[in-house]
């Protein structure tokens, strides 16, 4: 197979992928993926906020 064949196949597969994923992630699905992450991203920045700074490394004085 050629090199030329192989990439014409590589292409129609990612643009495939692309379409299908846009059918099936429908736009208010994806906006609740949005506001997933940063709700997870506002949690790890509160737990990190609460948690008390090192103040010296463990084993050395």
């Known amino acids: 197979m050629r ?7 590589l ?3 990612v643009l495939l992928t692309f379409v299908g994923f ?3 992630a ?3 699905a994806v906006d609740l993926l949005k ?4 709700a997870g991203n506002e949690i790890i920045a509160n737990i990190l906020a609460k948690e008390e700074p ?4 463990s084993g050395s004085s």
Not at 3 to 9: E, P, Q
Not at 54 to 57: D, H, P, Q
């Open 54 to 57: 090192i103040t010296r490394l």
């Open 11 to 13: 292409l129609v597969a």
């Open 22 to 24: 846009n059918l099936i």
């Open 3 to 9: 090199i030329r064949t192989k990439f014409a196949i």
């Open 35 to 38: 506001l997933g992450k940063e």
């Open 26 to 28: 429908f736009s208010p």
